[in-house]
């Protein structure tokens, strides 16, 4: 069974910037698709970013477009999301997930294998 876990988060001001990483590991882990998630406090899960097996399709919502992007090293079994020009809004729990997300749709239902999350927080 794969198994994922988030690192990177932390505490940074408006208009900065931090990388998070995701640790796949399992049978075939370079095959799946990963989504990054966030879930702000009071709020619903909600997606983010997506990649393909091979770093293909990346894939973002409306709200990170050109701030964040994602990106995968199969050579080290991780997934990465560079986070750039921080918002407050950004701020919530982050978690990489094997998801369904290549078409747009991030409905977390469809996502498996959750890992145990990192805080990002953006404040001043």
């Known amino acids: 069974q794969l198994q994922l876990a988030e690192s990177g988060g932390g505490l940074v001001q408006p208009g900065g910037s931090l990388r998070l990483s995701c640790l796949t590991s399992?049978?075939?882990?370079?095959?799946?698709?990963i989504g990054w998630f966030r879930q702000a406090p009071g709020k619903e899960r909600e997606g983010v970013a997506c990649i393909g097996g091979q770093g293909t399709s990346p894939g973002y919502v409306d709200s990170v477009k050109g701030r964040f992007a994602i990106s995968r090293d199969n050579a080290k079994s991780t997934v990465f999301l560079q986070m750039n020009n921080l918002k407050p809004e950004d701020t919530g729990v982050y978690y990489c997930?094997?998801?369904?997300?290549?078409?747009?749709?991030?409905?977390?239902?469809?996502?498996?294998?959750w890992g145990q999350g990192t805080q990002v927080t953006v404040s001043s």
């Open positions: 997930a094997v998801a369904a997300c290549l078409t747009g749709d991030f409905r977390v239902s469809f996502a498996t294998s």
């Open positions: 399992g049978f075939n882990s370079d095959v799946y698709v």
